[in-house]
């Protein structure tokens, strides 16, 4: 292969400076043309298969299409122009053939199968065990096991889903940056903190207008709705973000943005692709694979824990009308009051409001703390280092122990309207041993704060340094592994309800006075947070914890019903969502928030039937992070490097080479409980419903 084309070239990191759009499609198309040669060779030889005949093999040929589909795949991501938009849903449908032929292949079934059933299976490590059994159950989950009248369909099926789930993501980011309102009297704007106003101004700018624009990136969404004292400025905003990619973007000249029918689409396919696998429903086929036994339990899971979060949700609401109305003037709390109102009263309840907080975030001061926190928890240093880049925001870092290089990552902090909302990690590359040498593992780490201002750093709201390390637990999980077999290492293998673990995880510490104190500096002053002002945030920490845990309840019930108890062809996503939040929910938003056609983690993202797992995983993540407080109680600090040094041992560099709970065991020598995860929010529940 020549090496003329980016993407075909795997001596080192992806060679981002000279990757064009058009480079896409000729490399896509020879590395599947090559894949398939490869595989014909070696279903057609006549060794026993073991495993660096057969297993290592077939991860060699697959792995570097996977590479480069990762790039582009990537790109789409957080590189959205029209050229790469293009490129990339070019060879969608092909490479969706690709996996939906290797998983429906019998030939290489039959050999995983033979494996299984060699007299010394039992003997191989564990680690190798698990990527035989894993990929014995994928194929059947991929539909090997189909008649073969069957699988053209299926693969029908999955070819088509994939397209409408790129369609969903394309319309959602389309819709969102169609919207902008433009001011030229800043007094319009009151209340809006400086960087917000200095990003709506750079906004205008860069559109050719004077004064400031509004668009719908997430952190104008926020600093609006709960900053702006113009109520009527709160209502357009909230109204326009939460129609967003619905049938009102036909009021915008584009009902192409529709994502009504695009899920509608989607559910029905899931629902017939399960099927035809022998499920009742696409929740049954998603919890395969998850440490969830069926749908009823993760439902009654959520409704025991919605039950106990009520109470306490009730109160914070009936307070928080009560102020609303008697020191805001506002008589009936709407919508895109509730954040403004929200903010106003912990200001006054804890005398410091989320700007305040912000001043003391700069990014480069976040970094070292969390940077720091790695080092020492880990053994390990993390470094600046260079690579080629998609976007001059770009960062790039490397993880060294003992001087040895073990992982490197890209970090892309800042929101843009070419990027998809929201925060998550991906792999760029995993650790692989081959008669070549070792290959490091290598993450894309990807946020949406705000950007910095002219000759101003970046400032992190505390939310967004919560995110920072969320997905910083996640690239951890991925970089700091020590399992080379393919499928098993890093986050590879690990069941989709305990790969939040570590990212949940790694959020507790911002909650400690030497890591905060740590990674504070006030961005005129220098001055730490202070003490007395880092209490009050403790004070807080829990402040309307119980509204915000009722609607991630009300979104993982939806999710989890509308996967199992639903039937596509009624249409009624809207209604079934309006049952669960009169069930669940103590705020119910306007009938004309569409809130399923932004709601990406289920419709273009992995979480469909599996957005419970963030709760799921809490359970585990804060009893893993209690042997940290343990060990505070016992020698002075949760950064405790023996602690440390076992969970890394235990659970992040072990990745998906055993199930999760052998792992989370291992680490606390028993099986989890709910104790900490209540002590955290001080809401009872029933633990049977975990069992």
Not at 201 to 215: D, F, Y
Not at 306 to 316: L, M, N, T
Not at 447 to 476: I, M, R, W
Not at 657 to 671: N, Q
């Amino acid at each position: 292969m020549s090496i003329n084309n980016p993407l075909l070239d795997f001596s080192g990191l992806p060679r981002f400076d000279t990757l064009r759009p058009e480079h896409v499609a000729p490399a896509i198309q020879q590395l599947i043309l090559d894949a398939r040669e490869q595989i014909a060779r070696l279903e057609a030889s006549t060794e026993a298969p073991d495993w660096d005949n057969f297993v290592e093999a077939l991860a060699a040929i697959c792995e570097r299409l996977g590479r480069a589909w990762g790039v582009v795949r990537h790109l789409h991501s957080v590189l959205d122009l029209p050229p790469w938009r293009e490129a990339y849903n070019a060879q969608l449908a092909e490479i969706t053939r690709f996996y939906a032929e290797l998983g429906q292949d019998e030939a290489l079934f039959s050999r995983y199968k033979a494996l299984a059933a060699r007299a010394d299976f039992d003997t191989w490590p564990p680690a190798r065990r698990k990527v035989v059994l894993d990929a014995i159950r994928d194929f059947r989950l991929s539909g090997a096991d189909l008649p073969e009248s069957v699988k053209p369909r299926f693969q029908a099926i999955q070819e088509e889903l994939a397209g409408l789930s790129a369609r969903f993501s394309e319309n959602l980011l389309d819709a969102t940056n169609a919207w902008h309102e433009d001011f030229t009297e800043i007094s319009a704007l009151a209340g809006l903190p400086e960087d917000a106003l200095e990003t709506a101004k750079n906004a205008a700018g860069k559109a050719g207008v004077e004064g400031w624009r509004l668009t719908l990136q997430g952190p104008c969404v926020m600093a609006v709705l709960r900053l702006a004292d113009d109520r009527a400025l709160r209502e357009r905003v909230w109204r326009a973000n939460a129609t967003r990619a619905s049938e009102f973007s036909a009021d915008q000249g584009h009902p192409e943005w529709d994502n009504g029918p695009v899920m509608l689409r989607i559910l029905a396919l899931r629902s017939e692709e399960a099927r035809l696998l022998g499920f009742p429903d696409h929740a049954a086929v998603s919890l395969v694979p998850k440490m969830a036994d069926s749908p009823e339990q993760v439902v009654a899971f959520l409704r025991d824990l919605a039950v106990r979060a009520r109470p306490s949700a009730e109160k914070d609401l009936a307070e928080l009308r009560d102020f609303a109305a008697a020191e805001l003037g506002i008589a009936e709390l709407e919508a895109w009051d509730q954040g403004y109102a929200a903010e106003k009263l912990r200001q006054k309840r804890y005398a410091f409001s989320s700007e305040e907080l912000r001043q003391y975030f700069p990014e480069n001061k976040v970094l070292a703390g969390l940077f720091g926190l790695i080092e020492r928890l880990y053994a390990v240093k993390v470094l600046p280092d260079t690579a080629p880049v998609w976007h001059e925001d770009v960062r790039f870092f490397r993880i060294e122990k003992d001087g040895e290089l073990i992982g490197q990552f890209y970090l892309d902090p800042y929101s843009r309207d070419t990027k998809r909302g929201g925060a998550w990690m991906d792999d760029a590359r995993s650790l692989r041993v081959t008669q070549e040498g070792r290959e490091t593992p290598v993450a894309y780490l990807v946020c949406n704060a705000s950007a910095p201002g002219a000759g101003k750093p970046a400032l992190y709201s505390f939310d967004q340094v919560l995110t920072l390390f969320h997905e910083t637990g996640h690239g951890l999980h991925h970089l700091l592994t020590r399992v080379p077999e393919p499928g098993v290492s890093g986050i590879n293998g690990v069941e989709w309800d305990a790969v939040e673990l570590p990212s949940q995880f790694m959020e507790n510490f911002c909650w400690e006075w030497e890591v905060v104190s740590a990674m504070s500096a006030h961005a005129e002053t220098g001055e730490t947070l202070p003490r007395a002002l880092f209490e009050r945030m403790l004070a807080a920490k829990n402040y309307h914890a119980s509204l915000a845990m009722l609607r991630q309840i009300e979104f993982a019930l939806f999710d989890m019903l509308l996967h199992s108890d639903f039937d596509p062809s009624s249409g009624k996503v809207l209604e079934l969502l309006a049952s669960v939040r009169e069930e669940v929910a103590v705020i119910i938003p306007p009938a004309f928030q569409r809130f399923p056609h932004s709601f990406s983690h289920i419709f273009a993202g992995g979480y469909a039937a599996g957005y419970f797992s963030y709760h799921w995983a809490e359970v585990l993540s804060a009893d893993v992070y209690e042997a940290f407080e343990e060990a505070a109680r016992e020698r002075g600090s949760v950064l405790d490097r023996a602690t440390g040094e076992r969970f890394l041992a235990e659970v992040l560099s072990v990745g998906g080479s055993r199930p999760a709970l052998e792992s989370f065991t291992a680490f606390r020598g028993r099986a989890p409980r709910p104790d900490a995860l209540l002590r955290h929010h001080g809401i009872l529940m029933n633990p049977e419903n975990l069992q």
